[in-house]
C-alpha cells in the first residue's frame, strides 16, 4: 500500500503565499513523477504542476510564475510553494504521484485526501 498525505492548506489572503506538501509512504521502490492538481467547487479536477524524478517540471498557465514545485525524493516529498495567490486559486489541492513501482513489483497512482486553500481577504 501507498499513501499520500497533503499538509500546509489554509486560509490565505490576495497576495499572499503558501507552502503545500506531500509525502509518500509504504511500500515504494520508486517514484516516477509527482503532482498537484487542484479543484475548485464547481469545477473538474485540474492539473497544476508536475515534476519527474529527474526534477523536469511542467505548469499550468495559471501557475507559471506564482508556483513553484519542488521535490525531495530521498524523503518522498513534493511541495508547492505558492505566491502571489488569487481568489481564484481557491481550491482543494490534491497530489498525485505517478507510476510508483511498489516493492512487491506493482505499479500504482494513489491520490492524497486534499487540502484546502481558500484565498480571501
Known amino acids: 500500500q501507498v499513501q499520500l498525505v497533503e499538509s500546509g492548506g489554509g486560509l490565505v489572503q490576495p497576495g499572499g503565499s503558501l507552502r503545500l506538501s506531500c509525502a509518500a509512504s509504504?511500500?515504494?521502490?520508486?517514484?516516477?513523477?509527482m503532482g498537484w492538481y487542484r479543484q475548485a467547487p464547481g469545477k473538474e479536477r485540474e492539473l497544476v504542476a508536475v515534476?519527474?524524478?529527474?526534477?523536469?517540471?511542467d505548469y499550468a498557465d495559471s501557475a507559471k510564475g506564482r508556483f513553484t514545485i519542488s521535490r525531495d525524493n530521498t524523503k518522498n516529498k513534493v511541495y508547492l510553494q505558492m505566491n502571489s495567490l488569487r481568489p481564484e486559486d481557491t481550491a482543494v489541492y490534491y497530489c498525485?504521484?505517478?507510476?510508483?513501482?511498489?516493492?512487491?513489483?506493482?505499479?500504482?497512482?494513489?491520490w492524497g485526501q486534499g487540502t484546502l486553500v481558500t484565498v480571501s481577504s
Open positions: 509504504g511500500t515504494i521502490f520508486s517514484i516516477n513523477a
Open positions: 498525485n504521484a505517478k507510476r510508483v513501482l511498489t516493492t512487491n513489483s506493482r505499479f500504482v497512482e494513489p
Open positions: 515534476i519527474t524524478s529527474v526534477g523536469s517540471t
